[in-house]
């Protein structure tokens, strides 16, 4: 069956530390997105990608960087400049273009702090 | 700019009552609306999607949603709860670009 998988589930940093959460998709989609939620505060878009080697950053992009370098993969480095990263992060993918086309997502990451 | 708006983060229903969770959006351009559920610790689960030309879209664990244009809303609704309806709920709208706009969510808790 299609989809995405997040991978790990769980992971912990430390202070100063740079950490990478994979995300896989098999759906053949174009387009890619990292979400970061916290309660009470929705799904909120870190950084979007339409096509591979191409990105935009979304609306809380600091502190976090992400490559495209292969259409099913997209993942996200929270880099030690983001200075409250314990969060749950989600993965989506979307096909590109006009539509009633939904995003699918993924089982979601949870990063703590140690 | 395209936005979302989920009214009450908490909804409690009797188990057997009517569940009906409140969505409005705003869009200058015929929307496409979306329903996702979330259990614990994990992803969105789409339940339906606006049709354009339909008024009525069911979905998805006996989830319905009308789509009322005059009054901007898209409200999600279910004859009667059961437990497992227990989650938190999401109401999106696609934006052109590709980008995808999320209420903050509507957790429902559903009494025995």
């Known amino acids: 069956d299609g989809g995405i998988t997040q991978s790990p589930k769980y992971l912990f940093r430390k202070e100063g530390q740079n950490v990478t959460l994979s995300c896989e998709q098999n759906?053949?989609?174009?387009?890619m997105y990292w979400y970061r939620q916290d309660p009470g505060q929705g799904l909120r878009l870190i950084y979007y990608s339409q096509i591979v080697n191409d990105f935009q950053k979304g609306d809380i992009a600091e502190g976090y960087s992400v490559s495209r370098e292969k259409k099913e993969s997209f993942p996200l480095t929270v880099t030690s400049a983001q200075k409250n990263p314990t969060a749950f992060y989600l993965c989506a993918s979307s096909i590109v273009g006009t539509g009633n086309q939904p995003q699918h997502f993924g089982d979601g990451t949870r990063l703590s702090i140690l | 700019a395209q936005s979302v708006t989920q009214l009450g983060s908490h909804v409690s229903v009797s188990e057997g009552a009517l569940v009906l969770l409140r969505c409005n959006y705003s869009s200058s351009v015929p929307p496409y609306l979306f329903w996702y559920v979330q259990y614990p610790n994990q992803g969105l689960q789409l339940l339906l999607k606006y049709t354009t030309g339909a008024t009525l879209v069911k979905g998805i664990n006996g989830f319905e949603a009308e789509f009322k244009k005059s009054e901007t809303s898209f409200h999600l609704t279910k004859p009667s709860a059961h437990m497992s309806d227990a989650a938190e709920y999401f109401c999106?709208?696609?934006?052109?670009?590709?980008?995808?706009?999320f209420g903050t969510g509507t957790s429902l808790t559903v009494i025995p």
């Open positions: 999106a709208v696609r934006a052109t670009g590709n980008q995808f706009y």
């Open positions: 759906l053949n989609h174009d387009a």
